[in-house]
């Protein structure tokens, strides 16, 4: 196995790895799902695993966790949040990627609380309807937040540890001076 077929596999071990998580209890919203994509966006070379490898291991833990309404816009914010970690792959500093998290969270908040108000038929399709689904999500949104920031955390500086740990795993990064 050549040192980028070994860094893919580490990588997509972290990806399925981080949606394993979501299969353990844990507190509403505070899920892997978000740092998960961004992850795949900033480390992923190639676009279209870039794409394949959260959304597939998402789907992998619906299968696990069940099917859910509103499946499409969630599937739909994963791949908007793998758009916002392709910004954070030219630079992966802690404040970058911890604003890209803080991003993705406002991201999968907006559009999903969005999906819920206009095809869950929960909310009248009015104004007031659309206010009152998105301040009924926020109490939710902290803990997207903490999620976000601690899955990130855990995934970019366990991958950056790794790198230190193993320099073969730098392959195609650029090389310290």
Known sequence: MTSNHGRLA??????AGAAALRLVPH????????????????????????????LAALL????????YNGMATVYATVALIVAIGWWVSSRRTP?????????????????????MWLFSGFYPLTPAGLAACYVAAIPFFQNTVAGDLFYAALLFGGFALAQHL????????PQPA
């Open 10 to 15: 580490v990588l997509l071990c972290a990806i």
């Open 166 to 173: 193993l320099p073969q795993l730098r392959a195609g990064e």
């Open 60 to 67: 992998l833990s619906d299968v696990v966790l069940g099917f």
């Open 27 to 54: 507190p509403p919203n505070f899920s892997p799902i978000d740092a998960m994509a961004l992850f795949s966006g900033a480390y992923l070379g190639r676009r279209g695993i870039a794409f394949v490898a959260p």
């Open 95 to 115: 404040l970058r990627i911890a604003a890209a998290a803080i991003a993705s969270s406002v991201v999968f908040f907006v559009v999903t609380n969005l999906g």
